[in-house]
């Protein structure tokens, strides 16, 4: 699945893109901020960043927040900043330097994407009016971000109590009857397979097979206490193959490591809830 996420804010009646692939640092397109100038947008966003100024203050950014920023490059294309004949656009500060906090997309919907800190400079510099609008729709943005946020926080919290019965039938059911010796002497393609198997008591072909009618596989409709418990199985799974054990031995130690860490955390999700009910009634 994937973990771009896409927003759009609004300054003066100007559509202006966000994307996140972490959530937590949002990149904001300089392309569609520059247009409020110019219908040359990427000629905009060149002069601004042949300016002297404008590559120290990306310089000093990239040293604060990228470890692999190529200094000895930055210090040349600072020396050569100011001069007539230098040129700068995201693309080439980006593969001359390692930069990340500007990113150049291709397609349609592409240009040049900057994190906020240096979009907000950018936008000061385009203009100081127009800067205010931006921020003050971004904060919206945000704003309404978190309001879901508690909204689902909320939500789950309900879901979790009615489900609690629910994953302690399946643990019941699955996780505490052991695996059949088809299972366990069965030679499985891939690791990824052998985990779903230990996890979720099936092959991914068989699941695809039980569910035609949905999209995608069968972790993008597990729990996340099933995907917790499944990211700390494929550690110990490495270090498993790094001592060498076959991979039945490996099925059966990992078995009762996801039937150990899920009742685990069914028993603290269960008295998490009874927690915070406890304090919703003081």
């Keep these: 699945m994937s973990k771009v996420k896409k927003e759009t804010i609004e300054a003066k009646g100007f559509a202006i893109q966000i994307y996140t692939e972490d959530f937590q640092n949002d990149y904001i397109s300089l392309t569609d901020i520059a247009r409020y100038k110019s219908d040359e947008p990427s000629d905009v966003i060149k002069n601004w960043m042949r300016r002297k100024d404008t590559i120290e203050f990306l310089g000093l950014w990239e040293s604060l927040n990228n470890m692999n920023f190529n200094s000895v490059e930055f210090d040349r294309i600072k020396s050569e900043a100011g001069y007539n004949s230098f040129t700068l656009s995201p693309k ?27 979009a907000f400079e950018f936008a ?70 052998m985990l779903n198997v230990a996890l979720f008591n099936k092959r991914a072909k068989q699941w695809r097979e039980e569910n035609p009618e949905l999209k995608g596989n069968m972790r993008d409709y597990a729990s996340l206490n099933e995907l917790l418990v499944l990211a700390n199985m494929e550690s110990y799974n490495a270090i498993l193959i790094g001592k060498g054990m076959d991979q039945k031995e490996r099925m059966i130690e990992l078995r009762k490591l996801a039937r150990t860490q899920l009742m685990s955390i069914e028993k603290l999700n269960n008295t998490g809830i009874k927690s915070l009910e406890d304090k919703s009634k003081k």
């Design 92 to 118: 080439k500060w980006v593969e001359k330097t390692d930069a990340i906090g500007i990113i150049s997309k291709g397609g349609r919907y592409g240009g040049a994407f900057a994190h906020t800190d240096i």
């Design 124 to 193: 000061s510099w385009i203009s100081a009016e127009f800067k205010m609008y931006v921020i003050q729709d971004y904060k919206r943005l945000k704003s309404d971000e978190n309001s879901k946020l508690s909204l689902g926080w909320n939500l789950n919290r309900e879901i979790s109590k009615i489900n609690y019965k629910i994953h302690t039938d399946a643990i019941k059911e699955y996780l505490l009857k052991d695996l059949t010796n088809e299972q366990l002497s069965y030679k499985y393609a891939s690791e990824a397979d």
